[in-house]
Nanobody, 126 residues
Framework: QVQLVESGGGLVQAGDSLRLSCAAS????????MGWFRQAPGKEREFVAA????????YYADSVKGRFTISRDNAKNTVYLQMNSLKPEDTAVYYC???????????????????WGQGTQVTVSS
């Protein structure tokens, strides 16, 4: 069992930056690929970014490529999402999730993730 707790969300203006953190409870953290997803009101949960077990590979949704950066610190059991140049359309609840699969297709699929955090709200005003 892996418990994930997100933090770092908040209300910011367009163009600002935020860094989300996701702390994992398990010592087996390094055996999971990690992902960030987001869900806006009335919309389906969508993939944002994913990172491999060793942080050697990452994937991003086209909508955030070049603005968001995912990283992880296995010594601290934590994954991060640095979000720059935020836009109003980035407003959503952001979730981190753990998966035993990693790849260009698998990492984008909600059903491939076995553990989820409770989410943190990010609101970007125009």
């Amino acid at each position: 069992q892996v418990q994930l707790v997100e933090s770092g969300g908040g209300l910011v203006q367009a163009g600002d930056s935020l860094r989300l953190s996701c702390a994992a409870s398990a010592r087996t953290f390094r055996s999971y690929a990690m992902g960030w997803f987001r869900q806006a009101p009335g919309k389906e949960r969508e993939f944002v970014a994913a990172i491999s077990w060793s942080a050697g590979s990452t994937y991003y949704a086209d909508s955030v490529k070049g603005r968001f950066t995912i990283s992880r610190d296995n010594a601290k059991n934590t994954v991060y999402l640095q979000m720059n140049s935020l836009k109003p359309e980035d407003t959503a609840v952001y979730y981190c999730a753990a998966s035993q699969s990693f790849g260009p297709i698998a990492s984008m699929r909600v059903e491939r993730y076995v553990y989820w955090g409770q989410g943190t709200q990010v609101t970007v005003s125009s």
